[in-house]
């Protein structure tokens, strides 16, 4: 991932993040589909035996591939015929994203909104499909699962730091979006929106899907190519979280979402009937995916009666920050009941009730697994024999996840013969019962598996405080390199961080045949200046020389302070001929604006010398070397010029 998205992403911070905590990942079928498929010769028939396994993720695929399909097409029922629509790399993509969902639908993160998390982002999924329906710069089939996981990001802080994450959404809860922005990057180094795009970029996501969710978010002030594949993608997907803002929010703030959807339509070119239209395909649908999907089967209000605003500012974060406490009451634990009788249930429910457990039953084993999933218990009493799946089959089987290894598993038995004992602790059985119950006996057992659970949340709790150390730390590193990498005077990077970045630009374009040129840049008369007002006014005609190219650049352009009165701009993508061009908007910028120091005014100007690279040279030393040259000939011709190398 590094090497293909290093500069759209930090991804030595993402490292970072990854190696503090466990990050959502897909698991089960979704794990080894996505082994599968990195095979190069599998095939459709193997990938329909492995997908076979799980009817579930059948029923969706089946209406993942009928989401693609014009109107009037007939329907898609056989699995083959769906996998054969969607093609391998969806089917991967899609079961990422179901299987995210089943395994993420709780954590630990108190104000996390979970519910509205995946609610939410179900239809921004179904919204990004139906736009690529008529944008057509994406494939229908990956355009779900891109809507799916845009705002994954910010599941992923909820889980790797729960607690820490929890006090940024109480902290930022009502105020503007930019806020919560700026609170994760001075608290992870990083945004929910850069940890969402690195994220899908270390999944194997194209890089133009990866770009699109970096700027979704600020859709509405994106710049750009409007042609472009990455802008257009970009517009579906702000138009997509706006639909689903509108769906969630509140009813008075209805109408400033449906505002901002309108704007980001007319972006597109799209005719207000086709905003309806899509609304209106959106609720359709959402009715068959909330079905099938572990999500709020919510009720999606009516989006096209909505009294429309004047277009406003850019829309909310991507989270809806709330009072969501979708975790359990942290002072109860949760106990889950697992037998085939229904009078032992009720006994031992009411027991565990009277203890104070917050309790859940099944009535065998297949149950009890579906349910372990869903309620996430610490404590379980299991009968051994039941129909479909036995105790032991059912705690093997949970000891093999990673939410199932940390539950007190007491198992009730008829016989206490030693062989099956013994086989019962192999299987991962922490205590036993025997039948008939005695309360007091299992009271005595239960409080047993409380300290252990004790034990287990105070260990939890350290390595809690261990990866928030580890997270602050990274944060400290981070910005103990900003400073070393940056001019005090200017606030541009520094020559470190210059050298280092034009290798990098070097590199890159080298390896993609992409033009790179540069322009080096002296302030003029800058040494008599100095000497015959001293250094404060030296230091403040830089300052504000400096403002003044950093307003007639380019959004690419790299703009670095070599030196004492030197700059460096760096501008990837760019011939001799646009190079020039900007470095003549630049010139005459400085020019433009007098430079006001206490009661003096002065007039600056700079020269420029402008180079590109070209085959023959062996490195970015070789670009430098010849933009100098060309900067020597920009003075000698009499000073704030522009001239090109050659």
Same mark, same amino acid.
């Given at each position: 991932m590094a090497k293909k998205m290093n500069d759209l992403i930090d991804t030595s911070r993402f490292e970072e993040i990854k190696a503090a905590g466990e990050l959502p990942s897909p698991r089960g079928i979704a794990l080894a589909i996505a082994r599968m498929t990195q095979r190069g010769d599998a095939s459709l028939a193997e990938l329909a035996r492995l997908v076979q396994g799980d009817p579930s993720l059948v029923g969706r695929l089946v209406c993942a591939a009928n989401g693609t399909l014009a109107p009037g097409m007939r329907p898609i029922v056989a699995l083959r015929d769906a996998l054969s629509v969607l093609g391998m790399a969806a089917v991967r993509n899609l079961a990422l994203g179901f299987s995210l969902i089943s395994s993420n639908g709780k954590g630990l993160c108190r104000s996390f909104p979970y519910s509205r998390f995946w609610t939410g982002s179900v239809i921004r999924a179904i919204a990004t499909q139906k736009i690529m329906t008529v944008m057509r710069s994406a494939g229908l089939e990956e355009s779900f699962s891109v809507g799916l996981l845009s705002g994954i990001g910010a599941l992923g802080l909820a889980s790797v730091f729960p607690a820490q994450y929890s006090r940024v959404l109480d902290e930022v809860?009502?105020?503007?979006?930019?806020?919560?922005?700026?609170v994760e990057r001075q608290a992870f180094a990083m945004t929910h929106v850069e940890l969402s795009a690195a994220m899908l970029a270390d999944w194997g996501m194209p890089r133009f899907f990866v770009a699109a969710v970096l700027g979704h978010e600020s859709a509405l002030t994106l710049q750009g190519e409007p042609e472009s594949r990455e802008h257009s993608l /970009?517009?579906?997907? %702000?138009?997509?979280?706006?639909? +689903?803002a509108a769906c969630l929010c509140d009813e008075a703030e209805r109408a400033l979402h449906m505002g901002i959807a309108r704007a980001l339509a007319a972006r597109m070119a799209w005719l207000p009937d086709q905003v309806s239209a899509l609304c209106d395909d959106v609720a359709r649908e959402w009715k068959d995916w909330s079905q099938i999907l572990p999500v709020d089967a919510y009720a999606l209000p009516s989006l096209n009666d909505v009294a429309l605003p004047e277009p406003a500012s850019p829309a909310p974060a991507s989270i809806e920050v709330e009072a969501a406490n979708d975790a359990p009451d942290p %002072? !109860?634990?949760? !106990?889950?009941?697992?037998?085939?009788?229904?009078? /032992?249930?009720? *006994?031992l429910q009411a027991l565990l009730l009277r203890s104070g457990y917050q309790v859940t039953c099944a009535e065998n084993g297949v149950m009890g697994m579906e349910r372990a999933l869903e309620f996430q218990p610490q404590i379980m009493v299991v009968d051994w024999v039941m129909p479909e799946m036995n105790g032991l089959e059912l /705690? =093997? *089987?949970? =000891?093999? /996840?990673r939410m199932g290894r940390n539950i007190y598993i007491i198992v009730l038995t008829s016989h206490e013969d030693e062989e099956r004992l013994v086989e019962a602790f192999e299987a991962g059985v922490d205590d036993y019962m025997v039948k008939p119950l005695k309360p007091r006996v299992l009271e005595a057992r239960l409080r047993a598996g409380q300290r252990l659970i004790r034990l287990q949340k105070d260990l939890e709790a350290e390595r809690e405080e261990i990866r928030r150390y580890a997270a602050e730390l990274g944060v400290s590193n981070r910005r103990l390199? +900003?400073? !070393?990498?940056?001019?005090?005077?200017? %606030?541009?990077?520094?020559r470190r961080y210059a050298m280092a970045r034009i290798g990098q630009e070097w590199a890159i374009a080298l390896r993609s045949e992409r033009p790179l040129s540069c322009m080096l840049i002296d302030v003029d008369y800058f040494r008599q200046i100095n000497e015959t007002y001293g250094h404060d006014v030296a230091d403040q005609v830089l300052e504000q020389t400096a403002r003044a190219i950093r307003e007639c650049m380019r959004a690419q352009d790299v703009v670095c302070r070599t030196g004492g009165d030197e700059f460096?701009?760096?501008?990837p993508d760019t011939t001799l001929e646009q190079a020039m061009a900007c470095a003549q908007r630049v010139c005459a910028g400085v020019a433009a604006v007098p430079l006001q120091a206490g009661q003096l005014r002065l007039k600056s100007s700079i020269s420029i010398g402008v180079a590109e690279r070209l085959s023959p040279m062996p490195d970015a030393d070789a670009l430098l070397a010849l933009a100098d040259q060309a900067l020597i000939?920009?003075?000698s011709t009499g000073r704030g010029r522009v001239r090109a190398a050659g």
């Open positions: 809860r009502g105020g503007e979006p930019e806020m919560l922005l700026d /970009t517009l579906a997907l %702000g138009l997509a979280r706006a639909v +689903e %002072g !109860a634990l949760r !106990a889950l009941v697992v037998d085939d009788d229904a009078a /032992t249930r009720m *006994t /705690t =093997r *089987t949970l =000891r093999q /996840t390199q +900003e400073v !070393a990498l940056t001019d005090a005077l200017t %606030g541009f990077p520094n460096l701009i760096i501008c000939g920009a003075k």
